[in-house]
């Protein structure tokens, strides 16, 4: 099936530093949506986004909707180290039904 | 408390046996899905259910069976056709614009 395109792959973070990743496609979707997966566990939802252009927060993360509705970003500012995980993308389109379709992850590690 | 629930957390079969891994939701989600995810990978869309008894193929059903008798209820069954069955699966339930993911089971088939 069709995967959107994340990136980075994966980063190292520094506590403290300001960590940026976003996803792209092809098609339009009317909903993006960013989850955290910590190891062993399923993803959670961190931010859904609705509309083109919208940008959303939830604590120290922000998440933007393209305004071309083929993208969309993800921000995390002043990182601490349980921000370490595998951050997806998702988006949902009516062409696809209720399905998301996913972005390959970017993983998320800790300068040592 | 309102969420999805997979058991158990870790299961372990002998090749050639069929294993069902359980799925539930209490948040009155129409949709349900499964997913594999295999080490380092994303998510694969195994089957989907959109409402009670009826459901679809994903991308990788082949060696899965789903049954969707009771809205809360969307038991994975890995038959013996799996190739390679051995994976993290992850159940998920639907609102119409968000969708939640279970704990996950991981399953190891020597």
């Known amino acids: 099936g069709q995967q959107l395109n994340q990136s980075p792959q994966s980063m190292f973070i520094q506590e403290g530093e300001d960590v940026s990743m976003n996803c792209t496609s092809s098609?339009?979707?009317?909903?993006w949506l960013w989850y955290k997966q910590d190891p062993g566990e399923g993803p959670v939802l961190l931010i859904a986004?609705?509309?083109?252009?919208e940008l959303t927060s939830n604590g120290r993360l922000t998440a933007q909707f393209g305004i071309t509705r083929k993208d969309s970003f993800l921000n995390i500012s002043a990182s601490i180290p349980s921000d370490v995980g595998i951050y997806f993308c998702?988006?949902?389109?009516?062409?696809?039904?209720?399905?998301?379709?996913f972005g390959a992850g970017t993983i998320l590690r800790v300068k040592s | 408390d309102g969420g999805i629930t997979q058991s158990p957390k870790y299961l372990f079969r002998k090749e050639g046996q069929n294993v069902t891994l359980s799925c539930e939701q209490n948040?009155?989600?129409?949709?349900m899905y499964w997913y594999r995810q295999d080490p380092g990978q994303g998510l694969r869309l195994i089957y989907y259910?959109?409402?009670?008894?009826?459901?679809q193929k994903g991308d990788i059903a082949e060696g899965y069976s789903v049954s969707r008798e009771k809205k809360e209820s969307f038991p994975l069954t890995v038959t013996s056709a799996q190739k390679n069955p051995t994976a993290f699966y992850l159940c998920?339930?639907?609102?119409?614009?968000?969708?939640?993911f279970g704990p996950g089971t991981r399953l190891t088939v020597t």
């Open positions: 998702a988006g949902q389109g009516s062409q696809y039904g209720n399905k998301l379709v």
């Open positions: 998920a339930s639907s609102s119409p614009y968000e969708q939640y």
């Open positions: 986004l609705y509309k083109a252009g």
């Open positions: 948040l009155n989600h129409d949709a």
């Open positions: 098609s339009i979707f009317n909903t």
């Open positions: 259910s959109q409402i009670v008894n009826d459901f």
